[in-house]
């Protein structure tokens, strides 16, 4: 609609699907997290089966915009949009999400980061429309941490975002570290490097800046040098070492 308002997009109509029972789903069915499409980023921040399965998520959900836009958007509009500060990207990532396309004739799914394939761009074809998300949900002992970099602390587009899940054995030791940060490559994906660094490790404060490192390294890498690179690199390790060091160090003190 802002895009209609501004003139970018042009249509002679516009169908509201919003409350279609097929874009409504919310629950776990055979081992799986399905969330269809129309469900608003405040009906996702207060669900307690969300909570329980995907607790990045919901939290994500509820740093989105205002009340006002968390009441009307939808996670279906979020990934269409592609925008690369999407906040529930990352954490959807984490969960491994598939999306569920379909239109009149057929119906695919495919893994979120094929579905975004760069900037305000995605795969879908015309007539195609996103109906769900199905996500790995979080098994017992995960931990679980997003920490999102904007202007303000709220009302407000993230300039850069990181989730990341994973567990800790009785040793210590790092297994399943999944991570993903926003805004920092052309297409969202996992940073496998800082995830594999990580993994059958005990982490401290040394691996947890070597980890941010392999961050910024594969934004370069992917992204190129360009004049934000050299405010963007600290930028991205910091908040990595942030959200490392409440994972899995501060976490641990608590525990």
């Not at 968390?70 to 925008?83: H, K």
Request: charged share 25%; with cysteine; net charge positive.
């Amino acid at each position: 609609m802002i895009a209609a308002r501004n003139g970018d997009v042009a249509s002679r109509y516009v169908m509201d699907v919003s409350r279609l029972e097929d874009l409504r789903v919310l629950g776990i069915t055979d081992g799986v997290l399905s969330i269809g499409a129309a469900v608003t980023f405040t009906e996702i921040a207060n669900n307690p089966v969300i909570s329980r399965w995907a607790p990045i998520l919901a939290h994500a959900a509820g740093c989105v915009g205002s009340v006002q836009i968390r009441n009307v958007g939808t996670l279906g509009g979020n990934v269409a949009n592609a925008s690369p500060a999407a906040d529930s990207v990352p954490p959807m990532l984490v969960h491994g999400t598939r999306v569920l396309i379909q239109s009149a004739s057929s119906e695919r799914l495919e893994p979120l980061n094929k579905v975004i394939i760069g900037p305000y761009r995605t795969n879908l074809k015309p007539e195609e429309l996103i109906t769900r998300f199905i996500l790995e949900p979080l098994g017992n002992g995960y931990r679980w941490n997003f920490q999102r970099i904007a202007r303000r602390k709220a009302l407000s587009v993230a300039r850069m975002n990181a989730s990341v899940v994973g567990r800790m054995d009785q040793r210590g030791v790092a297994d399943d570290i999944r991570l993903s940060v926003g805004s920092i490559t052309p297409e969202p994906s996992r940073m496998t490097d800082a995830e594999d660094h990580l993994n059958g490790k005990v982490p401290d404060a040394l691996l947890i800046r070597e980890a941010a490192e392999k961050v910024s390294q594969e934004m370069v890498r992917r992204s190129g040098v360009r004049a934000s690179t050299e405010y963007k690199r600290p930028a991205v390790e910091g908040l990595v070492v942030k959200a490392l060091t409440e994972l899995f160090l501060e976490q641990r003190r608590n525990a």
